[in-house]
């Protein structure tokens, strides 16, 4: 039996739950960060120097299990690109950035941050590499093959409100947290969020703008398009970490594609007002 970390932060809804049960299944023990480990590994010096708040929470986490056997992270893009986030290494190569930048954490488990692509040889591979069990291995992939998928979305109803206003909620798709969109819910306002669309359809409309986007660009720039299309959402709001230059790179090019009244908010001032990192996922 081996321990597996589980670095949650980085869009883990869209492929975290299907690789734990899987590991689980195979007889592994996964692991999540314990809340003082994260503290102890949050106060880092080395965490300093890494841009994008969740980037530093996620790299926490992996400080936080580095006692464990493996770590398993998320491939965040499908492609290269030298356009906007593609030059920022760690967006463009988590798990590989992320092992030169702490040096001494356990091996890595690289899996992609989405469900959308066929993964059986991928998840056949990753188990024999942990066990050399078979039988095991194939038993554990026929009991869960079927949870391979991404999560199902329906376009979600903006119903007109004649004493509401409905705003656009865009960001990086990793801050997308129910605790983000909670925070900008007021009297008055209806948010409707880039992280209840698909994934896929954001990342086809992006591309309508710029083919040579990385995935998670092409998700925002698509979800500033489709959102700024609809006819019941009045004004879009895209929420920028400061921290990062590739969140400042999005804003200016979301700035000239929104076809909507758009809101410039700031992440470190949002998790200030609200008192607690908004960021979380997992």
């Known amino acids: 039996m081996r321990r597996i970390g589980l670095i949650t932060q980085l ?53 936080a299990m580095s006692d464990c056997d493996f770590l398993l992270a998320p491939g965040l893009n499908s492609k290269e690109s030298q356009r906007g986030s593609g030059q920022d290494p760690w967006i463009a190569d988590f798990p590989s950035t992320l092992q030169k930048a702490l040096i001494g954490l356990p091996a890595v488990l690289v899996v992609p941050a989405t469900l959308e692509e066929p993964i059986e040889s991928l998840a056949v591979g990753l188990l024999h590499r942990l066990s050399h069990d078979t039988a095991l291995v194939r038993r554990a992939w026929e009991r869960h093959r079927a949870g391979a998928k991404p999560p199902h979305y329906s376009e979600p109803h903006i119903p007109p409100h004649p004493n509401q206003r409905t705003l656009g909620l865009l960001a990086q798709p990793w801050l997308l947290s129910p605790a983000l969109g909670a925070c900008l819910q007021r009297e008055g306002v209806v948010v409707i969020s880039q992280g209840e669309l698909s994934p896929a359809l954001l990342r086809a409309e992006g591309r309508r703008v710029d083919p040579r986007l990385i995935d998670t660009d092409a998700e925002v720039i698509g979800a500033a398009r489709y959102l700024g299309r609809k006819g019941g959402i009045d004004e879009l709001a895209l929420v920028v970490d400061e921290t990062s230059g590739a969140d400042r790179w999005l804003a200016s090019r979301v700035a000239r ?26």
């Open 257 to 282: 594609l929104a076809h909507k009244p758009l809101t410039r908010l700031s992440l470190k001032a949002l998790e200030e007002g609200a008192g607690n990192l908004l960021t979380v996922i997992a």
């Open 11 to 63: 869009l883990w809804p869209r492929y975290g739950p299907f690789w734990a049960k899987l590991l689980r299944e195979a007889g592994h023990e996964v692991i999540k960060a314990e809340p003082s480990a994260l503290a102890l590994a949050q106060s880092d010096e080395r965490l300093a120097d890494i841009p994008g708040l969740a980037f530093r929470y996620a790299a926490a986490q992996a400080l």
